[in-house]
Structure formats: C-alpha cells, structure tokens
C-alpha cells in the first residue's frame, strides 16, 4: 500500500482565512481524492484529483470554495477557502486506481476555525 | 428536539467474543465495497474488500459477508482483542470512477 502524509497535521484558522493542506505520497498514483469528515461523522467524497485535468466536484462542494491543485503524480493539494466555524472538520486525502480498487488514506488535517 | 449531528451507533464486546459490525449500502450498482477500521486521531485503514460477485471472503481475524439482495453488508471480528476498537466504516464503489461512499460508520468499543 501508498505511504500517504499530509500538512499540516492540524491548524487553527481565523474565520475569512484559507488553509491549504498537502498530500504526497510515495508513489505514483492515478487518482487523488479528498473527503471531509466532520467530528463524530462519516466521510464525505468533496472531489477527485486527476493529473492533468481539473478536479471533479461531488455535489454541494465547489470549486471557488475548495480549489484543488494536481501537479504531478504524488501530490495534490486542497485550500479551503473563505473559512467559517462550519468548516471546522478533518480533511483527508485518499490515492487509489492503478490495478486495483482499494484505496488507502491518509493521516488527516484537523482544521478548526474560530 | 432533533439533535443536528450524526450518532454513531456503538457496540460494546467483551474481549475474546466475536464482533459483528453491519452495515447497509444504498447502491444497488455497487460492485465492490471496502471495509476501514479508523482510530482516534488517525485516517481510515484499510481492512478487507470484497467484490460483488462474491458473497464471502475471510482474512485474518476477519470475515466480511455481502447480501447483496437486502444490500447488506457485514464484519465478523473473532476473538476481538482491544486493540480493535476503533469506528467501523464500510465504503461502496460504483465503479464509476474509483470514487467511494462511506457508511455513517460503528464504534466499536472491547471491554478488557
């Protein structure tokens, strides 16, 4: 399985700010997803992360509102943007595709707005 | 009044007991699911999968069951130890994409 790291491992943000979290991973990979988990919750999908091509949204998450870069093969980055205390949530970022379908996260950033 | 929030349903076992952790899927095109076992602070970790052609498939220590007639899925956990508690999510891929929807999730809580 990928190693997967993210930064940062969490933050406190001002209410207006934006936070950009990192995820690298170890090898190449496919495709890059990002999800939100809000505490006590289960994971939302926000988008998926194709090399070369823009992010596709899943419905209710925007572009404007959480902008997705995919430079290369091992790394993605997801700014959350304009933040207010309904953003307060873990943000994780999950590599998969390539011959198989599992799928494999990583550590989370934990993001509190205040 | 309704609380706003998610509660996670929870199990309690003793350890040694065997768990059962259950899980119903809404996409009736799903063709491959993913249990995770997530611990506190931690990201999901993969534990088992299982395709939709199947109906049965055992790893270590774990079994997942798929009915794919009452979309339901199941996590037999035997001889649960602590160091299996930790939520429980299972995860459905439509094939589509790679992408996958989560379950709300159970906690598991072993009792030594």
């Known amino acids: 399985s990928a190693v997967i790291s993210q930064k940062p491992s969490r933050d406190i943000c001002q209410r207006g700010t934006s936070l950009t979290i990192q995820c690298q991973v170890d090898s190449q990979v496919t495709m890059m997803f990002w999800y939100r988990q809000q505490p006590g919750q289960s994971l939302t999908l926000i988008a998926t992360?194709?090399?070369?091509?823009?992010?596709?949204?899943e419905s209710g998450f925007v572009i404007d509102k959480f902008p997705i870069s995919r430079p290369n093969l091992t790394f993605s980055t997801l700014t959350v943007s304009n933040l207010s205390p309904e953003d307060s949530s873990i943000y994780l970022c999950s590599v998969g595709g390539g011959n198989s379908y599992e799928q494999y996260f990583g550590p989370g950033t934990r993001l509190t707005v205040t | 009044g309704e609380s706003v929030g998610l509660h996670l349903p929870t199990l309690s076992v003793q350890e040694g007991d065997n768990s059962i952790i259950n899980c119903a899927y809404s996409?009736?095109?799903?063709?491959?699911f993913i249990w995770y076992k997530q611990e506190s602070g931690k990201g999901p970790q993969f534990i088992i999968d299982i395709r939709s052609n199947m109906d049965k498939r055992q790893g270590q220590r774990v079994t997942v069951l798929l009915n794919k007639t009452v979309k339901h899925l199941s996590l037999q956990i035997a001889a649960t130890q602590p160091g299996d508690s930790a939520v429980y999510f299972c995860a459905e891929n439509e094939n589509t994409g790679n992408q996958f929807y989560f379950g709300t999730g159970t906690s598991l809580t072993v009792i030594p």
């Open positions: 996409n009736s095109a799903s063709d491959y």
């Open positions: 992360a194709n090399q070369g091509s823009e992010a596709t949204y």
